[in-house]
């Protein structure tokens, strides 16, 4: 057979046999692809009904295209010996019996393959197809990780065709139970290891449905779990009546690490009656992946506690998580553990008593992490990677927001590893539309790896191509193709990541892992819906601040326990606060609600953490703003919004020098944000440097130059250097672009103020105050007119409304240059002390 | 000769149910016109009332009647002279008005935006209680227009253009 040519397949190599015939690889001469081929057994090349039922059954097969499934490409008759073949897609890897096989498979593995399985089946049921023939050996693992489900429809073939011979009705499934319980009872061919996934109901030979398929996939997953069958008996008779009749052992039982959910799923997979039974595969499918979101936020309990149904409060995670960092206080009445020094701590005190070691040590860590760097990533070291913004190639406005959202997720996870630097969202989006290659964006960027990716929409499916370039090589790493239902985005989203970071050769430990492929949520479209959220809540606009809120409700109402759409929902509302839409005091609390319940749901979340901090900032609970900030980066140190929130509190504390390195670490992750790049400017003018602030402020505003927030840090600049002029006329600008925005009108009376035109300043003190009967005014920039007009009464008056409003101005009291005039006031003494700033 | 009976006929039955409609002066143009559907139990609003309407403070035309505000998308007339003569705010403030209102649980929601006097009308004829605002040239004849402190469009008085 090797060598020969059937059709136009050129027949390479063997790749395996079995009850159902022979597969060879082979190449398809005409398309130059290699495929694999399938002769059946020759019983069924005489019986031309037989072969009708098998070219019937195989087109609808053939219409199953789903990426878990194994693709038929074709199906024909040699033309010597008449015997079928098949066509099928060729896959490297193992069947599921030869990865049982090996190692066990871990719960995350297990409950992954699983869900894969299921989606599999129920795209199949969806289309009337059954397989009945769900087991192991049928199910193939490849290299990728990838389930494919192989020989869909060809048991109804065989066993139809087995029928006829009995003198059934192979038409009529009810027809035959006697002759086909019989004859697998009797018949040689038939052996143990088929038998053994058979459902009830199949091995009564009653008429069957699609939860035959059900049952046959919990005895896999029972397998997946124990290494075993549940019906093991020593000849066939035994293992039907042990499927019949019997009830294995929990597989906790044979697994004390599994959580008593599994067994839960497997044995309502395994009912006798069809009835009591999953009814679909999709509840099937939903109920693991609930388990596997349970596992990864380390809500199951597992062990044998959880097995005999006691509570247990150590997690899964939790359980081998190592220990991370500065820890809120314990409780008081927490009874203290006797505690030896950590090997940190011996570090700090031999590096105490000795400076010269600080080097010396230090010099040691950079060289063996520079070198564990080198030698873990196979010997090129990569450290540095943008993810470009996925290009949207068909332009549907409808998913341009996913496009931008597939690659600001996979930047978020792949920005949880450690030595890697993955440049932020904000950074990569400038070159959105942009017609430069990668590699060019690569060395702008300075990173040493990029990724692109190409979304295309066709009817409900989405494609995705990605590919990993080498900036200085400017050669492709890797390369791959997604193609999947809308709502299976999240699983696109989670292998890319995967994949990249394998590429990437970083050694992953257990708990990074699973951080990097964390599914914050199974509800697709309340993913979609939080994508939506971010993409217009980076747009930091009045109208993008609005549908983010939007969004990120519409995602919380579609799942209540996403965690990350609670940290937008606080983000959003920190927003509201920041661009002076409403005062702080109906804002903060919010902000502070929806932070605290994310953390309640995922208190590892460093976008959570960062949201609280920004609370207890607007607070002015100083000490318990930075725990929060510092925890946020600890957790997630590549979070831009936390170096850049982190960098205004050093600022507003005076600690410009902290500030600076924050900032700059977080200009590092984004280089190219006017967001991050303003802020620079910020800790300029903040600390008296305004030629600095205002070189700064020119090159955030070249950046993006309708970005409002900057011309008018840039002209308050101006004004320190008795520039009016050049401050008005940033200020004007500012209120153009912003289509009158209450901040740029009163800017815009500052300036009128500080340059003693003092009518135009009243006139828009006036206008300010006729606003605030409709919409808020931030109580503070009266003052800063008051205090530019010398009416020092009039400009406490206006702080102390601030202060009633706990304005987020309030935080800046002590380094902003426009009170200066009134700072060795009595009353401005005071009011530092009410904020907790002196 | 039964054609022209049917005219007759046609015209005198319009102009009994149009009422007082010849009365009234023909529109202006440039004059935007408010339209409700004709089953909106009111007939005419003094513009403090129009404000409140528009600003969320009134939310029913009736107990069982919500009131639904279109409002064309920026850069269209009508839209403009909703913010200027009604609202008497800014583009930015009217987002920031609606934004703290939503916030604030006072409104279900904002006014919902159309992209098309078109648009907007069809709305206005399908959803009950919606008030849209268009050119009062454009003013389809399904529409019921509202009047302002008494006067319709065309009127030296009416405050909307």
Redesign the interface.
């Known amino acids: 057979m090797i060598g020969t040519t059937i059709s136009h397949y050129r027949i390479l190599s063997t790749l395996g046999s079995g009850g159902m015939g022979v597969v060879y690889q082979a190449e398809d001469s005409r398309l130059g692809r290699t495929v694999a081929v399938k002769f059946l057994p020759e019983s069924l090349a005489a019986d031309r009904a037989a072969i009708e039922r098998f070219q019937r059954e195989a087109r609808a097969v053939s219409a199953l295209n789903h990426p878990n499934i194994c693709t038929l490409f074709d199906v024909d008759r040699d033309r010597n010996d008449g015997r079928p073949f098949l066509v099928m897609e060729y896959l490297q890897g193992k069947t599921l019996k030869e990865h049982i096989d090996g190692a066990p498979l871990s719960l995350d593995e297990l409950l992954e393959l699983a869900i894969q399985i299921a989606d599999a089946l129920d795209a199949a049921h969806a289309k009337a197809v059954v397989h009945r023939d769900i087991k192991p050996a049928n199910i193939f693992v490849t290299t990728r990780g990838q389930i494919k489900i192989m020989d869909f429809g060809l048991a109804k073939v065989t066993e139809a065709a087995m029928a006829a011979d009995f003198g059934g009705d192979a038409s009529d499934p009810s027809q035959m139970p006697t002759a086909v319980f019989d004859a697998h009872l009797t018949n040689p061919g038939s052996t143990v290891g088929t038998v053994a996934y058979m459902s009830p109901e199949q091995a009564r030979g009653e008429n069957l449905d699609v939860r035959t398929d059900l049952f046959s996939c919990g005895v896999v997953l029972y397998e997946m779990a124990t290494r075993r069958s549940p019906f093991h008996g020593n000849s066939v008779a035994l293992t039907f009546v042990g499927i019949l009749h019997d009830t294995p052992a929990r597989p906790s039982q044979v697994r004390p690490d599994l959580p008593a959910e599994l067994d839960r799923i497997i044995f309502k997979a395994l009912e006798k009656k069809r009835d009591l039974r999953y009814q679909s595969a999709a509840e099937l499918r939903a109920d693991l992946k609930r388990l596997l979101r349970d596992t990864d936020s380390g809500r199951i309990s597992v062990g044998t506690e959880a097995a005999t149904g006691s509570r247990s409060s150590v997690s899964a995670r939790a359980a081998v998580r190592p220990p991370s960092g500065p820890q809120p206080a314990a409780a008081p009445s927490a009874p203290a553990a006797p505690t030896r020094p950590s090997s940190a701590e011996y570090v700090v005190t031999a590096v105490r008593r000795n400076w010269r070691a600080t080097a010396l040590i230090l010099a040691c860590v950079a060289v063996l992490a520079a070198a564990a760097i080198y030698f873990l990533s196979g010997g090129s070291a990569m450290n540095s990677l943008a993810v470009l913004p996925f290009v949207n190639v068909g332009g549907d406005p409808a998913i341009e927001y996913l496009s931008d959202g597939i690659s600001e997720s996979i930047i978020n996870d792949l920005s949880q590893l450690p030595k890697l630097g993955v440049r932020s969202f904000s950074s990569v989006s400038r070159y959105k539309g942009k017609d430069l290659s990668p590699a060019a964006a690569g060395k702008e960027l300075k990173v040493q790896a990029v990724v692109t990716g190409r979304l295309v929409k066709r009817g409900d499916e989405f494609r995705v191509n990605v590919e990993l370039i080498d900036v200085a090589g400017d050669r492709q790493i890797w390369g791959s193709q997604y193609t999947r239902k809308a709502a299976d985005i999240l699983a696109i989203q989670e292998q890319i990541s995967r994949e990249i970071s394998e590429k990437l050769k970083m050694r992953l430990s257990g708990e990074q892992k699973q951080r990097i492929t964390r599914r914050a949520t199974e509800d697709s479209e309340a993913y979609q819906m939080y994508l939506q959220g971010r993409y217009f809540w980076n747009k930091r606009t009045?109208?993008g601040?609005?549908q983010s809120?939007d969004f990120f409700n519409q995602a919380i109402q579609r799942d209540p326990r996403y965690a990350l759409a609670y940290a937008g929902q606080a983000d959003a509302y920190a927003l509201?606060g920041d661009l002076n839409?409403?005062p702080a005091r109906?804002?903060t609390p919010?902000v502070k609600a929806a932070a605290s319940k994310a953390l309640e749901l995922d208190d590892t979340l460093g976008e959570a953490h960062t949201s609280l901090a920004y609370a207890r900032l607007h607070e002015w609970d100083w000490t318990g703003a930075e725990k929060e900030f510092k925890r946020a980066i600890e957790l997630n140190p590549s979070y831009p919004t936390a170096h850049a929130w982190y960098g205004e509190y050093l600022i507003v504390s005076g600690r410009f020098d902290a500030a600076l390195a924050e900032i700059n670490r977080g200009n590092e992750l984004n280089p190219l944000s006017p967001v991050t790049n303003l802020a620079l400017a910020a800790r300029f003018y903040y600390a008296r440097d305004y030629p600095r602030a205002i070189e700064q402020a020119q090159q955030t505003l070249a950046m993006d130059a309708s970005f409002t927030a900057a011309r008018v840090l840039l002209g308050r600049a101006w004004l320190e250097r008795k520039a009016y002029a050049q401050a008005a006329a940033e200020f004007r600008k500012a209120l153009q672009l912003?289509?009158?925005?209450?901040n740029d009108l009163a800017a815009l009376g500052l300036s009128f103020a500080a340059s003693r035109q003092a009518a135009e300043a009243r006139k828009i003190l006036d206008q300010l105050k006729e606003?605030s009967q409709?919409?808020?005014v931030q109580p503070m920039w009266l003052a800063v007119i008051y205090v530019a007009l010398g009416d020092s009464d009039q400009a406490f008056d206006s702080i102390q409304e601030a202060y009633e409003d706990r304005s987020t101005w309030l935080v800046y009291l002590k380094v902003d240059p426009l009170f200066d005039p009134i700072r060795q006031d009595p009353r401005f003494t005071d009011l530092l002390h009410r904020v907790g700033l002196n | 000769m039964r054609r022209l009976r049917n005219s007759i006929l046609r015209n005198c039955i319009l102009a009994v149910a149009l009422g007082g409609l010849p009365a009234a002066p023909p529109p202006a143009d440039g004059d935007i016109a408010i339209v409700v559907r004709a089953d909106v139990p009111v007939d005419n609003l003094t513009f403090a009332e129009l404000r409140r309407v528009m600003l969320g403070d009134r939310q029913f035309w009736a107990s069982n009647l919500k009131v639904t505000l279109l409002v064309r998308a920026p850069g269209a007339r009508e839209r403009e002279v909703v913010l200027k003569t009604i609202y008497q705010m800014s583009e930015a403030q009217f987002r920031q008005y609606w934004i703290a209102k939503v916030f604030r649980a006072e409104a279900a929601s904002g006014p919902r935006i159309v992209y098309s006097n078109e648009t907007a009308t069809e709305l206005a004829s399908a959803i009950p209680g919606a008030i849209a605002f268009v050119e009062a040239l454009q003013a389809p004849k399904g529409l019921k227009i509202l009047k302002i402190n008494g006067v319709l469009p065309g009127d030296k008085a009416y405050p909307l253009r």
């Open positions: 009045l109208e601040v609005q809120l509201l839409v409403l109906e804002v919010k912003s289509d009158g925005d209450t606003r409709q919409t808020y």
